[in-house]
């Protein structure tokens, strides 16, 4: 959001903070440089996740959906809201007037807020698909994704929106030095800062810690397992599936589009399990793993052959090598699977939470006068977030990949 630089805060003198002046040519020209490539990565970035999305059937399921909501507010921020503030910073003053001011602060807060509120939609979106996974799948159509987004940017205006309403300390005019700047109101502040960050990261705590868990008990379950030899691969294999799809969205697994009683692995078996599947994989023992998977296996004419022996023995110990095969790629994926919880919610708390501290604290902290260069520092450090969730989001997932380089024509 936008930076709180003001060099006539409430509690500091002039001499406290930077006024505003512009940056040494020099200063200028390298922070142009990064910025720039920041702004264009930003929007390269998240509008080849909306094209993948829309180009390539893999990835043209509902739960992306989410996805493409996210890099449409990342998207926003990089050509609403960046431009501006890299004028601001190197200008030193704000030259577009008034009106202009209150809606780009306007469309700041909105845009950042609602890539907040996405985020912890997927989150939950995540944590439904493996608490219920069941009853969840019927229930994740396309009206109610679509309802869950309308939810998310209805959301965001709402917090938004007050200051346009009169809930500010705006000026009627700039006069030349003023600055253009969020408003102080404190309590504006607070309800804001709750709706745009501090809730929502609680929402993401506490979800992600729960898929976490759930991630680890599975990971010692699969341990016992393969020290005892290979189990049944039941409703266990699907609660595994479920937390892969949860946690690094390999959403080509959906199973009216792509199942997997195919006798090819999917690409996300590949990517994740980092070592390969079974090569030769018959048929009927596919078959086998597609019944397991969905929880039966008393029936069909594999499973009988291989109670009664005789001609289904081979294809028994087929099947017996094939979900053994399943279970370390499993193990594999729910190990990777732990490590992505890290890196979504270590790179989202890194790039939002100095900037939510010091929004927070200003108003309250008469006497907390940070340097204007701080105060750039942290405020970018919330904008480059929306230049690493498509990183973030799409990087464990090979479909995004293949997309990205058939739409750059990258072989």
Not at 85 to 102: E, R, S
Not at 150 to 178: K, M
Not at 240 to 257: F, L, P, R, Y
Not at 267 to 289: I, L, M, V
């Amino acid at each position: 959001m936008k930076a709180l630089k003001d060099a006539e805060a409430e509690g500091c003198s002039a001499g406290d903070v930077d006024t505003g002046s512009s940056l040494p040519l020099w200063e200028a020209g390298l922070a142009t440089l990064i910025l720039s490539f920041l702004i264009i990565s930003t929007i390269l970035g998240n509008a080849l996740v909306i094209l993948s999305v829309f180009t390539y059937r893999p990835l043209r399921i509902v739960q992306n959906f989410f996805i493409v909501s996210l890099a449409v507010a990342d998207l926003a921020v990089a050509i609403l809201v960046m431009p501006f503030n890299v004028a601001y910073l190197i200008l030193g003053k704000w030259i577009f007037g008034i009106h202009l001011c209150k809606l780009w602060l306007t469309c700041d807060v909105l845009c950042c807020t609602a890539s907040i509120l996405n985020l912890c939609a997927i989150a939950l979106d995540r944590f439904w698909a493996i608490t219920d996974p069941i009853n969840y799948a019927q229930k994740r159509t396309l009206k109610r994704v679509l309802g869950t987004i309308a939810g998310v940017w209805v959301l965001s205006g709402a917090i938004s929106s007050p200051p346009l309403a009169g809930w500010n300390d705006w000026p009627e005019e700039l006069e030349p030095g003023t600055p253009c700047q969020l408003t102080r109101r404190k309590g504006y502040v607070v309800y804001s800062a709750l709706g745009s960050f501090f809730v929502p990261l609680l929402i993401m705590s506490l979800v992600y810690l729960e898929i976490f868990l759930a991630t680890r008990r599975r990971l010692r379950e699969r341990a016992k397992q393969s020290r005892l030899g290979p189990a049944p691969s039941g409703p266990r294999n699907r609660d595994a599936d479920d937390i892969e799809e949860s946690v690094s969205s390999e959403t080509n697994h959906n199973e009216k589009s792509t199942p997997r009683s195919q006798a090819k692995p999917s690409h996300a078996d590949e990517d994740n399990a980092e070592a390969p599947p079974p090569t030769s994989t018959p048929p009927k023992a596919a078959g086998n793993d597609e019944r397991f998977r969905r929880g039966g296996s008393s029936s069909g004419s594999g499973s009988g052959h291989a109670r009664r022996g005789g001609p289904g023995t081979a294809t028994s110990s087929t099947v017996y090598q094939f979900i053994e095969e399943r279970q370390r790629i499993s193990l594999s994926k729910e190990r990777r699977a732990a490590r992505t919880l890290g890196v979504i919610m270590g790179v989202f708390v890194v790039c939002w939470l100095p900037f939510f501290l010091m929004y927070v604290i200003l108003p309250f902290c008469l006497s907390c006068c940070p340097s204007e260069r701080l105060v750039y520092f942290i405020t970018w450090l919330g904008y480059i977030n929306s230049a690493l969730n498509p990183l973030i989001y799409t990087i464990f997932n090979l479909d995004y990949r293949r997309a990205f380089r058939r739409l750059l024509h990258i072989r």
